[in-house]
């Protein structure tokens, strides 16, 4: 909230103005998840259910990865020897000897693994995520680690909302004499902006092994 009232140069009124801008806030962290495909904050002893492709790695979805407690496969224990973190921003665990492949078999008579049944068969339990500034204020960690880029392409989503509150946000253009509207195309009616294309590009994650 601190961060958004300075983007608009604005004074906290304990009331509407706050209650909107913190709306603004939520939805376009939510925008920007959804986007990205993926959770930005911060979470420990989250447990994960994955499917395994018969890789070097599995992959789960909070990152980056900050530590790995436990990976369990069929209920047995995999020795913490036996892996390690080699890409935490990507999510990637990698075993040297390989994960299952947890796929299903096709009935025939080598009864071969089938190519996207993989079902989710390896238990990993882990933290990761970045602390973001709301989580700091909450006192759950003392420092945040969010890049500030994503913290700025929220902020300009906020700001967008702010300078065209009250406007029907599909309209990019008007003229007043022989009156005409110009329509937006694409995402949030033409209120994305570039910033926030950019950083969308960034970050997304692409799901796969």
Same mark, same amino acid.
């Given at each position: ?5 300075? #983007?608009?140069? +604005? ?6 103005? *706050? ?8 939805? /376009? ?18 447990? #994960? ?58 009935? /025939? ?7 996207? /049944? #993989? ?25 945040? !680690?969010?890049?500030?880029? +994503?913290? *700025? ?6 700001? !967008? ?7 029907? +946000?599909?309209?990019? /253009? #008007? ?35």
């Amino acid at each position: 909230m601190a961060a958004a009232l300075d #983007e608009l140069d +604005l004074v906290s009124d304990g009331g509407a103005q *706050d209650a909107r801008l913190e709306r603004w806030i939520s939805s /376009s962290s939510d925008f920007l998840a959804n986007a990205c495909h993926r959770t930005f904050h911060r979470a420990d002893a989250i447990v #994960e259910d994955v499917p395994a492709f018969g890789t070097a790695y599995l992959l789960v979805s909070r990152t980056p990865i900050l530590s790995v407690t436990s990976i369990l496969y069929r209920g047995s224990t995999i020795p913490s020897t036996d892996y390690s973190v080699t890409e935490a921003e990507a999510g990637r665990i990698y075993r040297a000897a390989g994960w299952p492949w947890s796929a299903s078999r096709l009935p /025939s008579i080598t009864w071969p693994p089938m190519p996207g /049944s #993989e079902a989710p068969i390896v238990r990993v339990t882990y933290s990761g995520g970045w602390v973001t500034p709301q989580q700091v204020v909450l006192g759950a960690f003392a420092t945040r !680690t969010l890049p500030h880029d +994503l913290e *700025d392409a929220c902020l300009a989503m906020v700001a !967008t909302r702010f300078a065209r509150r009250g406007a029907d +946000l599909r309209v990019k /253009s #008007e003229s007043l004499l022989s009156h005409s509207v110009t329509y937006a195309d694409g995402e949030e009616g033409g209120m994305l902006p570039q910033v926030v294309r950019d950083v969308v590009e960034r970050y997304a994650r692409v799901h796969n092994a």
